[in-house]
């Protein structure tokens, strides 16, 4: 009668461990693709890059790309997945401390802040305005609609930032609070693209750079234009509303 030995287990924990490395790797190589696609999507816009250029800056087999992200769509969206959602949650909590302030002028400040900072934070921080570029061409491309990234990632906390400027400004129409969101989101994209025209314009007084000083100018400037700036009508419409 024959007895089978039970199959030796040494190779299969060798297996087990031999596949350590080859995970280190493939996330290594996920990681320099995104690196890759990144600095070439700001630099030629989605159309304007090839899966062939992302496999070639990354050092990967072509295939790889499709691999991990399936598509160049594919890949575009996940570079907005791993950079949007710290600058959403900053905005959120920026703006959630805006939401208990008392007084209007600090509140209509911290509404401010909460969009312009975190963007901010992330060009001082990264030294690399890659990312800002690319959101600069992504807002200016006529097949943004198409893709639709601005509206799944953006678009609800911009919601919400327009619906806290419209409790901080009662008086105003939803058509000047939407036109101030844009006035601030155009300003903030502007200075993260910025590659060393202000610098270079000011002799240097002037570096995005500059967290804090940059900041407190541009907010400053932005509180003002939200306070005080109403189109001709709106004014006239407001100074009969006060002798009524």
Excluded at 66 to 72: L, M
Aim: charged share 25%; aromatic share 6%.
């Amino acid at each position: 009668m024959n007895v089978s030995n039970p199959a030796p287990r040494a190779p299969r924990a060798k297996s087990r461990a031999a596949s350590m490395p080859a995970e280190k790797a493939g996330a290594a190589a996920r990681r320099r693709i995104l690196d890759a696609a990144e600095t070439l999507f700001a630099e030629n816009g989605f159309d304007g890059t090839s899966v062939r250029q992302i496999a070639i800056a990354a050092n990967v087999p072509l295939a790889l790309v499709n691999y991990h992200f399936g598509s160049k769509e594919g890949l575009y969206r996940e570079v907005f997945a791993l950079r949007a959602p710290m600058i959403i949650d900053q905005r959120v909590a920026g703006l959630t401390l805006a939401d208990m302030e008392t007084d209007p002028d600090r509140k209509l400040e911290l509404i401010i802040k909460a969009l312009l900072v975190p963007n901010l934070h992330m060009r001082a921080s990264d030294k690399n305005p890659a990312y800002a570029r690319i959101l600069a061409r992504e807002v200016s491309d006529p097949k943004s609609n198409e893709r639709g990234v601005m509206a799944e990632f953006f678009d609800p906390v911009a919601q919400r930032i327009i619906e806290a400027l419209r409790t901080v400004l009662p008086d105003r129409s939803l058509e000047e609070l939407h036109w101030g969101y844009q006035v601030m989101l155009g300003s903030m994209v502007y200075i993260m693209a910025d590659i060393g025209r202000i610098e270079r314009l000011s002799g240097g007084l002037c570096r995005p750079e500059d967290e804090k000083a940059t900041s407190e100018h541009v907010v400053a400037l932005l509180h003002a234009a939200l306070k005080y700036s109403r189109p001709p009508q709106a004014r006239a419409e407001g100074r009969a509303d006060e002798v009524s």
